[in-house]
């Protein structure tokens, strides 16, 4: 028997509405397979706008997958995606990124400043190349995440939190509605979650949709407001106060869990 | 110098230059070995090409064998996929394969084509003035000139058009497909500029050199730069400096040109890799002796801090407290003094207010490795530079 505990919300948190709202990702009959074996089978998901979400589940889940084959970088072999009711191609200006922080080379020779310009290359396209107006909103950006005394370093003399950090401020750079992120908080220190967070929750504030893959179950009530189980097939999605319990969690993770509230 | 030197030159610098575009993005995308094999699967594009054109500068020639190199690429990833061998294993199955069928193809029909196996492993730059590209009874300069000044006028074009998506797709092909460049588009474009600048040096330097030259010059400039368009320049000027001086040496040594131009680039990284600044290997070895200096550094300026009895701080006691060799202890207590750190008073040692609130600092630092705090120590101190 596991036991998560939980630090019971303060009660000023208003609650968002967001059922109320349209719909920002939608998500039907999708299946991903490697090598022919499914890792994600037939999802069908739809995503509020406007709510800040936690995807999760054990390793091999699919929860990166899941969000790599709505951004279109990984194909999917059945079922479709769309972002506010049209296809990903067109909509990818709407749409930001945070890919897993192990999935680049930081050794890779450029600036923190250079990484958080990238964000701004979407809405360049091909060829044009970033000017003042870019490196201007990349500054802004860095300095939101609290990394402009950094810009000009090297990515690999950065603590891995710092590196986390710019991985934010060139998704926010990129001005989108949505925001995905793979694992924003996997081997940060405990300041820079916190100020990840509050970033996370200021963008929800502003009526952004946040959607990420989350490890951590002890946080995901403090930190969101929906949230999404999944493990190869999705096990259940809906607001963290209703759907966040022993039974899903069971479901998910095919082991008891206990989720004891402390007041 | 005569006019033969200076062309020869001419067409090594080149050379040098288009192998080192491409190949800075090859070794930053950690595929080195893969322009290894583009420079031998080429080989029977390439013979195919001669049997149809007789003409080692082709057009058509170029084009073949580039596709050649474009389809080694392929089958090395197909075979990769499969989840069977890892991608080393597959780039050895792969050229071997092409290559071999490249060699039975000349020695078949080694009577009716000019084309021997060792002018194509090792070029024959030394020959290369002699093929003259003459337009309406005009001698306008050596055709291979004309040929790889093509290839590096197209090269530098789709660099400045592409430089941002080349750099996105392979810093992080995942943000860079959902922004919509697609990784795939710029790693096959990156693929087919290898293969052509590839067959376009090989006449003038052979498959084993054009592999140095791509190789050689970017592994150096990644040692001495933190920024992509420097490390650009800095691998063409190295590149460019070793086929100059490569020319001169063979020239001294009456030897392969091809050769020598492989050397210098050895004997450059050799130098490189040696003393740059940061990566170098002397900078490496003489930055964690400064570390160790320091850690003792520190372990001595927390034992003063942590003892305030005066038997815990004598200078004679401190070897036999914190286990130090003589030497160490010296060292050490001659740093702490030079940075005003401790006060020595009747042979009885005592931190200074700016040795304390250093102290503090760092093991606040490395408890907490809260970085925005010791910002200024950084520029003092090996130990806290990442």
Redesign the interface.
């Known amino acids: 028997m596991n036991r998560i505990k939980i630090m019971k919300e303060p009660s000023e948190k208003k609650e968002i509405p967001a059922s109320a709202g349209r719909i920002a990702v939608q998500v039907d009959d999708l299946t991903v397979a490697y090598?022919y074996k499914p890792v994600l089978w037939d999802i069908d998901l739809e995503i509020p706008e406007g709510v800040l979400m936690a995807i999760v589940g054990p390793n091999g889940a699919g929860k990166s997958t899941l969000i790599?084959s709505i951004?279109?970088?990984l194909k999917p072999i059945a079922g479709s995606v769309s972002i506010y009711g049209k296809p990903y191609?067109q909509q990818?200006k709407l749409?930001a990124?945070v890919?897993q922080k192990g999935?680049?080379?930081w050794d890779?020779?450029?600036?923190a400043l250079d990484?958080v310009m990238?964000g701004t290359?979407?809405s360049?396209?091909?060829?044009k190349?970033?000017g003042q107006k870019e490196k201007k909103a990349a500054l802004e950006a860095l300095e939101k995440v609290g990394m402009l005394?950094f810009k000009s370093r090297?990515i690999?003399?950065?603590?891995g939190g710092?590196q986390q950090r710019i991985f934010l401020a060139?998704a926010l750079v990129q001005d989108a509605s949505i925001y995905f992120m793979d694992e924003p908080f996997q081997g940060v220190?405990a300041?820079t979650e916190i100020a990840i967070i509050n970033i996370l929750k200021e963008l929800r504030k502003s009526g952004k949709t946040v959607i990420v893959v989350h490890h951590d179950l002890q946080t995901v009530p403090e930190y969101f407001d929906w949230v999404t189980f999944l493990n190869v097939k999705k096990i259940a999605t809906g607001p963290v106060k209703d759907i966040f319990n022993d039974d899903n969690l069971t479901k998910t993770y095919g082991i008891n869990y206990k989720v004891s509230i402390q007041e | 110098m005569n006019s033969a030197q200076i062309e020869i030159q001419l067409i090594a610098s080149l050379v040098a230059i288009a192998c080192a575009i491409p190949g800075t993005f090859l070794v930053?995308r950690?595929m080195a070995m893969i322009s290894d094999a583009i420079s031998h699967s080429i080989l029977p594009g390439l013979v195919v090409g001669f049997f149809i054109t007789q003409d080692l500068n082709s057009p058509l020639l170029i084009l073949l064998a580039a596709l050649t190199g474009v389809i080694t690429v392929i089958l090395v990833e197909r075979i990769q996929k499969t989840?069977l061998v890892k991608e080393d294993t597959a780039i050895g199955l792969v050229f071997p394969a092409l290559f071999s069928i490249g060699v039975i193809l000349i020695a078949k029909n080694a009577n009716d084509v000019h084309l021997d196996v060792d002018a194509v492993l090792l070029g024959e730059l030394a020959f290369a003035p002699f093929d003259r590209l003459i337009i309406s009874g005009v001698d306008v300069g050596p055709k291979s000139l004309w040929v790889i000044g093509i290839i590096l006028s197209v090269t530098i074009t789709l660099l400045i058009?592409?430089?941002?998506?080349l750099?996105?797709s392979?810093?992080?092909a995942?943000?860079a497909?959902?922004?919509?460049?697609s990784p795939a588009l710029i790693h096959y474009g990156l693929m087919t500029v290898a293969s052509i600048t590839t067959v376009g040096s090989f006449d003038a330097v052979g498959a084993i050199l054009v592999v140095a030259l791509m190789i050689a010059p970017a592994a150096c400039a990644?040692l001495l730069?933190?920024?992509?368009k420097?490390?650009l320049g800095l691998a063409i000027i190295f590149g460019v400096f070793s086929a100059i001086s490569g020319y001169w040496l063979a020239h001294w040594l009456d030897a392969s040109i091809a050769g020598s131009i492989t050397t210098m680039l050895g004997l450059l990284f050799l130098f490189i890799y040696l003393f740059a600044p940061n990566k170098g290997l002397i900078a490496v070895i003489y930055r964690e002796k400064q570390q160790r200096i320091e850690v003792s550094l520190l372990t001595f300026l927390l034992h003063l801090k942590n003892h305030s009895e005066e038997r815990e701080r004598h200078v004679n006691h401190l070897q036999e407290h914190i286990n130090w060799q003589k030497v160490r202890a010296k060292t050490v207590l001659e740093l702490a003094l030079k940075n005003n750190m401790i006060l020595i008073d009747n042979k009885i040692v005592s931190l200074t207010q700016k040795g304390d609130e250093f102290t503090s600092k760092a093991i606040d630092y490395i408890i907490?490795?809260?970085?925005?705090q010791i910002?200024d120590m950084k520029d003092d101190f090996f130990l806290f530079?990442?």
């Open positions: 090598n790599k951004l279109g970088i191609d990818r749409v990124y890919p999935s680049v080379d890779f020779p450029t600036t990484v990238m290359y979407g360049l396209g091909w060829i190349r970033p005394p090297q690999s003399q950065l603590s710092q060139r220190d300041t | 930053l950690k989840g058009a592409f430089f941002k998506e750099k996105i392979t810093f992080d995942g943000l497909a959902s922004l919509g460049f990644y730069t933190t920024d992509l420097k490390m907490t490795n809260e970085d925005a910002e530079r990442g």
